[in-house]
């Protein structure tokens, strides 16, 4: 529960247009989706619109879900897995403030989430749609400053690069020591910045019942993983992809399969490891008793 | 082998009122040596990256005798096609090392970048492939995990090198692969040079201002002057029985120690 | 009479000097000359009568001005002045083989490595044919006296009779059949002149063309088939 005493229920502002945007941005936004969609993993550039509050805080994704909210929508949004971090409150209350939708913070009854950096728990479903807040959508860009040699390489299926930064990170430390915004192959063509969700969610990408849409604000590039679509993170065949283990379980709820945040609980070095998707641990820890 | 690797036919290259390459032709043949040789203005570098189709003639042809698909137009081809060829069957070796290297990877990632653009995916293989190819260039393949920066100027060179011959092309161009290096590290990498173009049997096209160095490692020699080829033949017979007044005035200017 | 290995018609040469006001060295002025399988053709002459520029002639290593020089190769000829880089680099690997006066000493490279190279670029890739090589190049080494702890020292060091014995047995290793022989025993003492000479008639015995230069009159009298006098151009 916050310090600041939050009105329970938030009132639809009539002054602002359906969803904050006006209608013939949506359409704009729409088309790029519909041609992301159509080219799995493929950057499209957008018009990125200025949005009342300042890049590197989700504009990218805000846009995306405006474009997309319809009255019948329920939203879920979350923030590292939380349904109540200040960026996740505030983003739900502005969807609430233009468009009067319905909120949830139950993955199950959403039917559109938006998502800083984690993928819920809970397999999403045919029929949902996820939308991630993206910084940097630009895979290569570490590598290869250049947006010239970015698109070409794009273009032209190139990605040696890549895998070139994977055979420096085994080089130097062993194994890849990239742990999230793990980069992908998306039906087979196009490497992707999944955004930097943990690389313990990947795997939920692969095959997902749901549509899984990018928004990059500051970047103005969105993209797609349309449902049911092949997304296979890069690894050597002697270095094979592997995702994080705990030893512990989470102490709330007691799964061993979710993702694990570190809280640290007092000043003498106590911590504990808990589910970093809140509504999974509560499920769980309801139907533990 | 009945056809030449390289063939450029009428190679013309301006730069708005001024001639850079006029008219020049060559055939290549597998495992040939080819050094250009002029002093500066005189075109070398402009051909050399016509020919290399790093640059688009104004007019006139470069055809090239790929492995499995017969002879292709290299200005014709698609930018892939084009951009795969340059990963594969072509090296080239830029003056300075920097250029053709990533300085901020590793020398084992250099050499086996262009493995892995290929789509070999085994750590290990990617791995043992480089250390060959360092040892094969008189490296110490015990710094396969360095970075360039630490290397001196004739081991960057050397790294170029292998990170060229790792797809074993068979067709290398070298602009200039040994100046501005300490003439003994000049020396050795010439050696290596020398004993990499005859153990592979590569086809080259090498930029030079330097005749020893066109002496040690061409077969043939072409001698350029304000864009046009003045002379050509076997590089012992042009460096000693020059005909073209030019040719005799570039021999005789060469101080022997 | 076997068809000639080499047939020289009207060869004239001289060397046009631009850069001394277009001065003009008449060297050689309508030579003709053939040489058959198993001759040893020796060019006889003073100094400045053109023999060492006819024998680059031969080699491709000059060009002449007039005349031709046809080579043969199996059942064909080749004319120099008309072929290809490529036909003469050819003619050079497989059929001519020359020992000039000097050695051009390829520098670093050891010795042994210098003698078996014409045999190793022929081997490829193939490990046994390079050991072969090596093989034979320590032959050479061993019947021209060179002793072993040279083998692996590049030649620039080397005596000048010691680096004239180096490029006789890389000339020599690859059979060949045309030889072209520029004073192949200048610098050298009695003993291996006796090689050469010994070297020399096996490899005209064995059916190889040669043409040689050699200033030691009893070198020459013990492999020449034929003298051809040679004269400066007046």
Known sequence: MSAIDLPAVVERDPNFNFGYLDERTKRMIRRAILKAVAIPGYQVPFGSREMPLPYGWGTGGIQVTASVIGPDDVLKVIDQGADDTVNAVNIRRFFQRTTGVATTERTTDATLIQTRHRIPEVPLVEGQVIVYQVPMPEPLQKLEPREAETRAMHGLAEYGLMHVKLYEDIARYGHIATTYDYPVMVDGRYLMAPSPIPKFDNPKMHMNPALQLFGAGREKRIYAVPPYTKVESLAFDDHPFEVQRWEKPCELCGSRESFLDEVITDDKGGRMFVCSDTDYCRSRSESNG | ?257 | MSAPAIRVQGLSKKFVLHNQGGAELPVLEHVDLEVAPGECVVLDGPSGSGKSTLLKCLYANYRANTGTVHIREGDTETELGSATPRELLRLRRDTVGYVSQFLRVIPRVPALDIVAEPLVDDAGDDPEKVREAQRLAKNLLLRLRIPQRLWFVPPATFSGGEQQRINIARSFIKPRPILLLDEPTASLDADNRVTVVSLINEARERGAAIVGIFHDARVRDSVATHVVNMTRPL
């Open chain 2, 1 to 257: 082998m009945d056809s030449p690797i390289l063939r450029a036919s009428g190679i013309t290259r301006t730069y708005g009122a001024r001639t850079a390459v006029d008219d020049v032709s060559f055939e290549l043949w597998p495992g040939e040596v080819l050094a250009v040789v002029g002093e500066s203005g005189s075109g070398k570098s402009t051909l050399l990256n016509c020919v290399s189709a790093r640059l688009k003639p104004d007019a006139g042809k470069v055809e090239f005798l790929t492995r499995h698909e017969g002879v292709v137009d290299v200005h014709a081809m698609s930018e892939a096609a084009r951009r795969l060829l340059a990963r594969t069957d072509w090296g080239y070796v830029h003056q300075n090392a920097a250029e053709g290297l990533r300085m901020d990877v590793s020398a084992g990632a250099n050499v086996g970048e262009r493995l892995m653009a290929l789509g070999e995916r085994h750590y290990g293989r990617i791995r043992s492939e480089a250390s060959d190819w360092l040892t094969r260039v008189e490296m110490d393949a015990g710094r396969i995990d360095e970075s360039p920066r630490n290397f001196s100027g004739g081991m960057r060179q050397r790294l170029q090198i292998a990170r060229n011959l790792v797809t074993r092309p068979r067709l290398v161009f070298m602009d200039e692969p040994t100046s501005g290096l300490d003439v003994s590290v000049q020396a050795k990498l010439l050696d290596l040079l020398r004993s990499l173009t005859r153990k592979y049997s590569l086809a080259a096209v090498l930029v030079t201002h330097d005749l020893a160095v066109a002496r040690l490692l061409a077969h043939r020699l072409m001698v350029m002057k304000a864009g046009r080829v003045v002379e050509t033949g076997l590089t012992d017979q042009v460096l000693d029985d020059p005909q073209h007044p030019y040719t005799q005035l570039l021999v005789s200017s060469v101080l022997q120690p």
